[in-house]
């Protein structure tokens, strides 16, 4: 009489897997794969770290324009580089990016930041393509413009100031 038992309770255990749907196929990929529960752990801290990295290369690149303004004042288009005017444009912009930096790093304003962040690269890009063709400081920047719009994109973050 047992051993019906378990006959039974294993033909039910399998009309229920029948009955129930079907995962999809990425479900089941990402399930099978030996690192998939490391990337789940991982994955909600994606948004941050994207966020916290590109708050740097702006702090990093801010910092840098304030510091020595006058290596940056050719990167000013129409502008002769030796002029007060571009000297001042190279101040304001790394004003402006040390604070989007900031921003992003502290994760205040972070929509704001990031979008502020994706303008001003994209003006770098354009401005950098059309006065000295496609460069690989065109191709880096173009990356960190795609890292600015990935953060804007992004609506999980942690470690934000929320007021």
Same mark, same amino acid.
């Given at each position: 009489?047992?051993?019906?038992?378990?006959?039974?309770?294993?033909?039910?255990? $399998?009309?229920?897997?029948?009955?129930?749907?079907?995962?999809?196929?990425?479900?089941?990929?990402?399930?099978?794969?030996?690192?998939?529960?490391?990337?789940?752990?991982?994955?909600?801290?994606?948004?941050?770290?994207?966020?916290?990295?590109?708050?740097? !290369?702006?702090?990093?690149?801010?910092?840098?324009?304030?510091?020595?303004?006058?290596?940056?004042?050719?990167?000013?288009?129409?502008?002769?580089?030796?002029?007060?005017?571009?000297?001042?444009?190279?101040?304001?912009?790394?004003?402006?990016?040390?604070?989007?930096?900031?921003?992003?790093?502290?994760?205040? $304003?972070?929509?704001?930041?990031?979008?502020?962040?994706?303008?001003?690269?994209?003006?770098?890009?354009?401005?950098?393509?059309?006065?000295?063709?496609?460069?690989?400081?065109?191709?880096?920047?173009?990356? !960190?413009?795609?890292?600015?719009?990935? !953060?804007?994109?992004?609506?999980?973050?942690?470690? !934000?100031?929320?007021?």
């Amino acid at each position: 009489m047992p051993r019906r038992n378990r006959m039974a309770r294993a033909a039910a255990r $399998a009309a229920e897997r029948s009955a129930a749907p079907h995962p999809s196929p990425i479900a089941v990929a990402s399930g099978s794969h030996p690192g998939s529960q490391v990337m789940d752990r991982i994955q909600p801290w994606a948004p941050a770290v994207a966020r916290v990295a590109l708050g740097l !290369v702006l702090l990093w690149f801010g910092i840098h324009e304030l510091i020595q303004p006058s290596l940056w004042t050719g990167y000013v288009p129409a502008i002769p580089s030796t002029s007060h005017l571009a000297l001042a444009l190279v101040l304001a912009h790394g004003w402006a990016l040390s604070v989007l930096g900031v921003a992003l790093c502290l994760g205040v $304003a972070t929509r704001l930041a990031a979008a502020l962040s994706a303008l001003a690269l994209l003006e770098i890009v354009i401005s950098l393509s059309l006065t000295g063709g496609v460069t690989d400081i065109v191709a880096r920047d173009l990356g !960190v413009f795609g890292l600015a719009v990935a !953060v804007l994109a992004s609506d999980q973050h942690r470690l !934000v100031l929320r007021g």
